[in-house]
Protein backbone atom coordinates (compact mmCIF):
# COMPACT_ATOMS: atom_id res chain seq x y z
CA UNK A 1 0.00 0.00 0.00
CA UNK A 2 1.31 3.28 -1.00
CA UNK A 3 1.53 5.71 1.72
CA UNK A 4 -1.11 8.14 2.54
CA UNK A 5 -0.62 11.26 0.34
CA UNK A 6 1.86 10.02 -2.04
CA UNK A 7 0.95 10.79 -5.72
CA UNK A 8 2.72 10.71 -9.08
CA UNK A 9 3.35 15.35 -8.72
CA UNK A 10 4.60 14.68 -4.84
CA UNK A 11 7.08 11.93 -5.88
CA UNK A 12 8.53 14.12 -8.55
CA UNK A 13 8.25 17.36 -6.74
CA UNK A 14 10.11 15.29 -4.20
CA UNK A 15 12.35 13.81 -6.71
CA UNK A 16 13.57 17.64 -7.58
CA UNK A 17 14.43 18.48 -4.19
CA UNK A 18 16.70 15.54 -3.98
CA UNK A 19 18.13 16.14 -7.39
CA UNK A 20 18.82 20.08 -6.87
CA UNK A 21 20.53 19.18 -3.00
CA UNK A 22 22.43 15.68 -3.99
CA UNK A 23 22.69 16.26 -8.39
CA UNK A 24 20.30 15.25 -10.97
CA UNK A 25 22.92 12.62 -12.10
CA UNK A 26 23.18 10.83 -8.84
CA UNK A 27 19.33 10.68 -8.29
CA UNK A 28 18.51 7.55 -6.97
CA UNK A 29 14.90 5.35 -6.99
CA UNK A 30 16.36 3.99 -3.75
CA UNK A 31 17.29 7.24 -2.00
CA UNK A 32 14.23 8.96 -3.04
CA UNK A 33 12.52 5.83 -1.79
CA UNK A 34 14.26 6.61 1.81
CA UNK A 35 13.52 10.65 1.26
CA UNK A 36 10.19 9.61 1.12
CA UNK A 37 10.32 6.97 3.87
CA UNK A 38 9.04 3.83 1.55
CA UNK A 39 10.27 0.96 0.35
CA UNK A 40 11.78 1.65 -3.21
CA UNK A 41 8.79 -0.96 -4.83
CA UNK A 42 6.30 1.61 -3.73
CA UNK A 43 7.46 3.60 -6.01
CA UNK A 44 6.35 2.06 -9.08
CA UNK A 45 2.48 3.06 -8.34
CA UNK A 46 3.34 6.37 -8.78
CA UNK A 47 6.50 6.01 -11.79
CA UNK A 48 7.66 3.95 -14.09
CA UNK A 49 11.22 3.44 -12.52
CA UNK A 50 14.00 5.84 -13.24
CA UNK A 51 13.91 7.09 -16.72
CA UNK A 52 10.14 7.50 -16.65
CA UNK A 53 11.02 10.02 -13.63
CA UNK A 54 14.43 11.75 -15.18
CA UNK A 55 11.15 12.26 -18.09
CA UNK A 56 8.85 14.11 -15.66
CA UNK A 57 12.00 15.87 -13.76
CA UNK A 58 12.50 17.08 -17.71
CA UNK A 59 9.41 18.51 -18.44
CA UNK A 60 9.17 19.99 -14.93
CA UNK A 61 12.17 21.81 -15.42
CA UNK A 62 11.40 23.23 -18.90
CA UNK A 63 8.02 23.78 -17.63
CA UNK A 64 8.97 26.26 -14.63
CA UNK A 65 11.96 27.48 -16.65
CA UNK A 66 9.66 29.09 -18.91
CA UNK A 67 7.57 30.13 -16.09
CA UNK A 68 10.27 31.90 -14.70
CA UNK A 69 12.29 33.53 -18.12
CA UNK A 70 8.61 34.77 -19.19
CA UNK A 71 8.39 36.46 -15.85
CA UNK A 72 11.11 37.86 -15.99
CA UNK A 73 10.74 38.72 -19.50
CA UNK A 74 7.76 41.03 -20.38
CA UNK A 75 6.40 41.78 -23.27
CA UNK A 76 6.59 45.19 -23.00
CA UNK A 77 9.98 45.53 -22.80
CA UNK A 78 12.14 46.63 -25.24
CA UNK A 79 14.02 43.62 -27.06
CA UNK A 80 18.12 44.78 -25.02
CA UNK A 81 15.98 44.82 -21.72
CA UNK A 82 13.84 41.25 -22.49
CA UNK A 83 17.17 39.71 -23.35
CA UNK A 84 18.93 40.57 -20.08
CA UNK A 85 15.93 39.82 -18.05
CA UNK A 86 16.16 36.44 -19.62
CA UNK A 87 19.69 35.82 -19.01
CA UNK A 88 19.27 36.77 -15.22
CA UNK A 89 16.39 34.64 -14.89
CA UNK A 90 18.22 32.03 -16.65
CA UNK A 91 21.36 32.03 -14.15
CA UNK A 92 18.70 32.26 -11.38
CA UNK A 93 16.94 29.03 -12.15
CA UNK A 94 20.20 27.19 -12.68
CA UNK A 95 21.64 28.64 -9.70
CA UNK A 96 18.69 28.31 -7.38
CA UNK A 97 17.17 24.71 -9.15
CA UNK A 98 20.57 22.86 -10.48
CA UNK A 99 18.99 19.54 -10.53
CA UNK A 100 15.99 20.55 -12.41
CA UNK A 101 18.09 22.84 -14.29
CA UNK A 102 20.19 19.75 -15.37
CA UNK A 103 17.44 17.69 -15.71
CA UNK A 104 16.08 20.16 -18.90
CA UNK A 105 19.33 20.12 -20.97
CA UNK A 106 19.17 16.78 -23.32
CA UNK A 107 17.14 17.28 -26.30
CA UNK A 108 13.73 14.98 -26.20
CA UNK A 109 13.72 11.82 -27.38
CA UNK A 110 11.56 10.20 -30.16
CA UNK A 111 9.49 8.41 -27.55
CA UNK A 112 9.25 11.19 -25.38
CA UNK A 113 6.13 13.15 -26.70
CA UNK A 114 5.67 15.40 -23.04
CA UNK A 115 9.14 16.49 -23.24
CA UNK A 116 8.91 17.50 -26.60
CA UNK A 117 6.52 19.61 -26.14
CA UNK A 118 7.58 21.41 -23.23
CA UNK A 119 11.00 21.77 -24.99
CA UNK A 120 8.73 23.23 -27.89
CA UNK A 121 7.14 25.48 -25.86
CA UNK A 122 10.04 27.20 -24.16
CA UNK A 123 11.78 27.56 -27.51
CA UNK A 124 8.79 29.14 -29.20
CA UNK A 125 9.46 31.38 -26.32
CA UNK A 126 12.96 32.31 -26.77
CA UNK A 127 12.86 32.54 -30.79
CA UNK A 128 9.72 34.72 -30.32
CA UNK A 129 11.96 37.06 -27.88
CA UNK A 130 15.05 37.32 -30.30
CA UNK A 131 12.74 37.69 -33.26
CA UNK A 132 12.39 41.21 -31.51
CA UNK A 133 16.11 41.66 -32.75
CA UNK A 134 15.18 41.46 -36.35
CA UNK A 135 16.18 38.03 -37.00
CA UNK A 136 14.14 35.44 -38.90
CA UNK A 137 14.99 32.07 -39.57
CA UNK A 138 17.15 29.71 -39.90
CA UNK A 139 19.19 32.76 -38.08
CA UNK A 140 16.55 32.94 -34.81
CA UNK A 141 17.58 28.93 -34.12
CA UNK A 142 21.42 29.74 -34.62
CA UNK A 143 20.53 32.59 -32.47
CA UNK A 144 18.87 30.69 -29.58
CA UNK A 145 21.87 27.96 -29.56
CA UNK A 146 24.22 30.73 -29.16
CA UNK A 147 22.53 32.74 -26.14
CA UNK A 148 21.64 28.62 -24.84
CA UNK A 149 25.43 28.12 -24.98
CA UNK A 150 27.09 31.01 -23.63
CA UNK A 151 24.54 31.55 -20.80
CA UNK A 152 24.78 27.60 -20.27
CA UNK A 153 28.66 27.92 -20.28
CA UNK A 154 28.53 30.76 -17.66
CA UNK A 155 26.27 28.93 -15.04
CA UNK A 156 28.08 25.77 -15.69
CA UNK A 157 31.54 27.12 -14.66
CA UNK A 158 29.92 28.67 -11.82
CA UNK A 159 28.08 26.19 -10.22
CA UNK A 160 32.16 24.72 -10.24
CA UNK A 161 33.92 27.42 -8.69
CA UNK A 162 35.08 27.68 -12.24
CA UNK A 163 35.66 31.77 -11.89
CA UNK A 164 38.51 32.77 -9.86
CA UNK A 165 39.65 35.97 -10.25
CA UNK A 166 38.83 38.78 -8.11
CA UNK A 167 36.56 40.85 -10.20
CA UNK A 168 32.41 40.65 -10.02
CA UNK A 169 31.04 37.46 -11.27
CA UNK A 170 27.75 39.78 -11.64
CA UNK A 171 29.56 42.32 -13.75
CA UNK A 172 31.32 39.88 -15.76
CA UNK A 173 27.63 38.28 -16.55
CA UNK A 174 26.16 41.39 -17.15
CA UNK A 175 29.10 41.89 -19.54
CA UNK A 176 28.39 38.64 -21.23
CA UNK A 177 25.06 39.67 -21.85
CA UNK A 178 25.91 42.83 -23.34
CA UNK A 179 28.22 41.12 -25.68
CA UNK A 180 25.29 38.82 -26.75
CA UNK A 181 22.82 41.94 -27.30
CA UNK A 182 25.48 43.12 -29.53
CA UNK A 183 25.89 39.91 -31.39
CA UNK A 184 22.58 39.59 -31.98
CA UNK A 185 22.21 43.09 -33.52
CA UNK A 186 25.59 43.03 -35.50
CA UNK A 187 24.08 39.48 -37.13
CA UNK A 188 20.92 41.76 -38.06
CA UNK A 189 22.55 44.73 -39.49
CA UNK A 190 24.82 41.61 -41.51
CA UNK A 191 21.67 40.24 -42.79
CA UNK A 192 20.24 43.38 -43.87
CA UNK A 193 23.33 44.59 -45.72
CA UNK A 194 22.76 40.92 -47.60
CA UNK A 195 19.39 41.38 -48.41
CA UNK A 196 18.94 42.17 -52.24
Known amino acids: MPRA ?3 PDTVVSEAALLADRDGFDRLTLADLAAH ?3 R ?3 LYKHVGGLPDLQRRLAVQGLRELQAVIGDAAGEQA ?3 ARLHQL ?3 YRRFATERPGL ?3 TLRAPAADEPDVARAAGDLTAFVLKLLASFGLRRPDLVHAARSVRSALHGFVALEAVGGFGLPQSVDESFARL ?3 LEAALRSRRRRLAGTAV
Open 40 to 42: SPS
Open 101 to 103: YAA
Open 78 to 80: SAS
Open 5 to 7: GLT
Open 177 to 179: LDD
Open 36 to 38: LGV
Open 87 to 89: GHA
